[in-house]
């Protein structure tokens, strides 16, 4: 069984970052493993070598696995490509298996962040930034939105700067220049204060009360407001930018052109086994390899999480449909592209999830019977549970619809964290390697929280994970009402997508916890449905508002 030492490297060489490839044939009884101590992954080969094609250096088996402060022996089974270089570093730093530091095997480094704690901004994308700022600030509402969606869909994680001790990632610029956009205009007196804006606030401020509890510093504190700024700052942006159907008919148009794009990027990395946009830093340079298939993610943060946000696009395409010429023959590419997306990430959660997703939409002839169908699942998910042995959260192992999945160690972590809710409750938890305990893993541990629920427990307790289950039952309660008293079947069923693709995301965090700039996906959702509630609420105030404006321009003309 090959091995391999990890240790510190005494440098900082972030060239190599970018330049690992895993020679890999497809081998299904070859599966990829992972073993983490202290923060550090080891993975390995036993037959094949792991080659840095920067230096032509390689290295094969026969080598020691030894953690850095450690005495003993770790073996490592099966070499794998180096995970979660930057991922999910500055929003979950809490979490050890992505926490690393600079590890290297023979004094070259194998596996850490070399963006962590400094500036990394490539010169071509400092450009795309300040186009990208110069768009929000002076461009159209349209411009601005166009924006964002490029900064959300073309711009890698690593891309940040540091001011006063503030991590800056692209998105958290774009959402300061939209800010400032905002205040200079005076656009959000436009905005009417709804149930669902105050729930976000609250929601906000109790993540960074209940985080900086924790461990009381001045790190806390940043690393708690950079995370309001990407929840609260977010969603208010967009309910600015978004604030009708019309502006969600632009977002609908250039999500579609954006995917075409993005499609051809994946494409091309299926095929050549290159990310483009990870020449850039921040994403790897070439796909992962599981049970023998490339797992493309683009300059998303991660393979599941580009399938997760395409998945929960897909609902949009459905229910808006595209121009006035061809439009069905638009809105099936969008959705074929879309689905063509989350397939070639090849990763269960969005899959599955894409397929909620359309059997939600097809629930729309019901919409008068939702009720009944809601009891209806309530009855079968509790016959479920009386039927198994096990919990009903126990059908998270079952999940396996790509092969390679780790259903079962979801699994382990929604439990563990039912069985030491005392542990978070209150105000959360920094550190969930002690939930392992007696489950025969404790060399891995449940570090890696991947389930949205877990997440916003974890970092907040009870009081921030049911703000963000509350604002999420409301944004759906909109949907709701909006569906009920549409003008005419055409809106009512936008109006029922909207929900559909907040059914989406939820449907993600059973599986997975958004990260980098996908978060904004769902923030932007959830505007969304404040946007169209309010434009419905208050339309009788706007025409009359726009007729008396017209009256004065009449009368000043006479």
Same mark, same amino acid.
């Given at each position: 069984?090959?091995?391999a030492? /990890?240790?510190?490297?005494?440098?900082?060489?972030?060239?190599?970052?970018?330049q690992?490839?895993?020679?890999?044939?497809?081998?299904r009884?070859d @599966?990829?493993?992972?073993?983490? *101590?202290?923060?550090?992954v080891?993975s390995?080969?036993?037959?094949?070598?792991?080659? #840095?094609?920067? $230096?032509?250096?390689s290295y094969?088996?026969?080598i020691?696995?030894?953690?850095?402060?450690a005495?003993?022996?770790?073996?490592?089974?099966?070499?794998?490509?180096?995970?979660?270089?930057?991922a999910?570093?500055?929003?979950?730093?809490?979490?050890a298996i992505?926490?690393l530091? #600079?590890?290297?095997?023979?004094?070259?480094?194998?596996?850490?962040? @070399?963006?962590a704690?400094?500036?990394?901004?490539?010169?071509?994308?400092?450009?795309?930034?300040?186009?990208? +700022?110069?768009?929000?600030?002076?461009g159209?509402?349209?411009?601005? /939105?166009?924006?964002?969606?490029?900064?959300?869909?073309? %711009?890698?994680?690593?891309?940040?700067?540091?001011?006063?001790?503030?991590?800056?990632?692209a998105m958290?610029?774009?959402?300061f220049?939209?800010?400032? *956009?905002i205040?200079?205009?005076?656009?959000h +007196?436009?905005l009417?204060?709804l149930n669902?804006?105050?729930?976000?606030?609250?929601?906000?401020?109790?993540?960074?009360v209940?985080?900086t509890?924790?461990?009381?510093?001045?790190g806390?504190l940043n690393?708690a407001?950079?995370?309001?700024?990407?929840?609260v700052?977010?969603?208010?942006v967009v309910?600015v /930018?978004?604030?009708?159907?019309?502006?969600?008919?632009t977002?609908v148009?250039?999500?579609?052109?954006?995917?075409?794009?993005?499609?051809?990027?994946?494409v091309?990395?299926y095929?050549?086994?290159?990310?483009?946009?990870?020449?850039f830093?921040?994403?790897?340079?070439?796909?992962?390899?599981?049970?023998?298939?490339?797992?493309?993610?683009g @300059?998303?943060?991660? @393979?599941? /999480?580009?399938?997760?946000?395409?998945?929960?696009?897909?609902?949009?395409f459905?229910?808006?449909r595209?121009?006035?010429?061809?439009?069905?023959?638009?809105?099936?590419?969008a959705?074929g592209?879309?689905?063509?997306?989350?397939?070639?990430?090849?990763?269960?959660?969005?899959?599955?999830?894409a397929a909620?997703?359309?059997?939600a939409? !097809?629930?729309?002839?019901?919409?008068?019977?939702l009720?009944?169908a809601?009891?209806?699942? %309530?009855?079968?998910?509790?016959?479920?549970?009386?039927?198994?042995?096990?919990?009903?959260?126990?059908?998270?192992? $079952?999940? #396996?619809?790509?092969?390679g999945?780790?259903?079962?160690?979801?699994?382990?972590?929604?439990?563990s964290?039912i069985?030491h809710?005392s542990?978070w409750?209150? %105000?959360?938890?920094r550190?969930?390697?002690?939930w392992?305990q007696?489950?025969?893993?404790?060399?891995?541990? !449940? *570090? #890696?929280?991947?389930?949205?629920?877990?997440y916003?427990?974890?970092?907040?307790?009870?009081?921030?994970?049911?703000?963000?289950l509350?604002?999420?039952?409301?944004?759906?309660?909109?949907?709701?009402r909006?569906?009920?008293?549409a003008?005419d079947?055409?809106d009512a069923? $936008?109006?029922?997508?909207?929900?559909?693709?907040v059914?989406?995301?939820?449907?993600?965090?059973?599986a997975v916890?958004?990260?980098?700039q996908?978060?904004?996906?769902w923030?932007?959702?959830?505007? %969304?449905?404040?946007?169209?509630?309010?434009?419905?609420?208050?339309?009788?105030e *706007?025409?009359?508002?726009e007729?008396a404006?017209i009256?004065?321009?009449?009368?000043?003309?006479?």
């Open positions: 069984m090959a091995r030492t /990890l240790r510190r490297s005494a440098g900082n060489d972030g060239a190599l970052a970018d690992w490839k895993e020679q890999t044939q497809p081998n009884n @599966p990829i493993g992972h073993h983490i *101590r202290n923060g550090y080891a390995a080969r036993p037959k094949d070598t792991l080659v #840095d094609d920067s $230096r032509n250096r094969g088996r026969g020691d696995c030894k953690a850095h402060g005495s003993d022996r770790i073996t490592c089974p099966n070499i794998a490509k180096p995970r979660h270089t930057l999910q570093v500055s929003d979950h730093a809490h979490v992505v926490s530091g #600079d590890l290297s095997v023979n004094n070259v480094p194998v596996l850490f962040d @070399p963006y704690d400094r500036m990394f901004l490539h010169p071509v994308i400092a450009v795309v930034i300040l186009v990208i +700022c110069a768009m929000t600030l002076v159209s509402r349209k411009y601005a /939105l166009i924006a964002a969606m490029l900064t959300l869909n073309f %711009i890698t994680p690593a891309q940040r700067v540091f001011i006063l001790n503030m991590n800056l990632p958290r610029i774009f959402i220049a939209a800010v400032v *956009r205040f200079i205009r005076n656009t +007196c436009r009417r204060i669902l804006d105050k729930v976000v606030v609250f929601y906000g401020i109790a993540s960074v209940s985080y509890l924790q461990s009381p510093s001045l806390s690393n407001f950079g995370t309001f700024l990407d929840s700052g977010a969603y208010f309910r /930018l978004i604030t009708d159907l019309s502006d969600l008919y977002l148009r250039v999500l579609t052109v954006i995917g075409i794009a993005m499609l051809i990027l994946f091309i990395e095929r050549t086994g290159v990310n483009v946009l990870g020449r830093g921040g994403v790897p340079l070439t796909p992962d390899i599981r049970e023998g298939r490339a797992r493309i993610q @300059p998303y943060p991660h @393979p599941i /999480l580009a399938g997760a946000y395409w998945a929960a696009v897909i609902p949009l459905l229910g808006f595209i121009g006035t010429n061809g439009r069905d023959l638009q809105m099936y590419v959705v592209v879309s689905l063509a997306l989350v397939a070639l990430t090849a990763s269960s959660t969005p899959i599955a999830s909620f997703g359309i059997g939409s !097809l629930f729309f002839s019901l919409r008068h019977r009720t009944d809601k009891l209806i699942l %309530i009855f079968m998910l509790v016959a479920i549970s009386l039927w198994m042995r096990h919990p009903i959260w126990f059908l998270l192992a $079952r999940v #396996d619809l790509v092969g999945s780790t259903g079962y160690y979801r699994f382990l972590l929604v439990d964290f069985r809710w542990d409750f209150a %105000i959360g938890l550190d969930t390697a002690s392992s007696g489950l025969g893993m404790n060399f891995v541990g !449940l *570090r #890696d929280l991947a389930n949205q629920f877990v916003e427990g974890t970092r907040g307790g009870i009081v921030t994970l049911l703000l963000f509350a604002g999420a039952v409301v944004a759906l309660s909109y949907v709701g909006l569906v009920r008293e003008a079947l055409d069923r $936008r109006f029922w997508h909207v929900g559909v693709s059914f989406v995301h939820l449907a993600n965090f059973v916890s958004y990260f980098g996908v978060k904004f996906a923030w932007m959702t959830l505007a %969304i449905c404040g946007s169209l509630h309010q434009s419905h609420m208050f339309a009788g *706007r025409v009359i508002a007729t404006s009256s004065g321009s009449a009368v000043r003309t006479t």
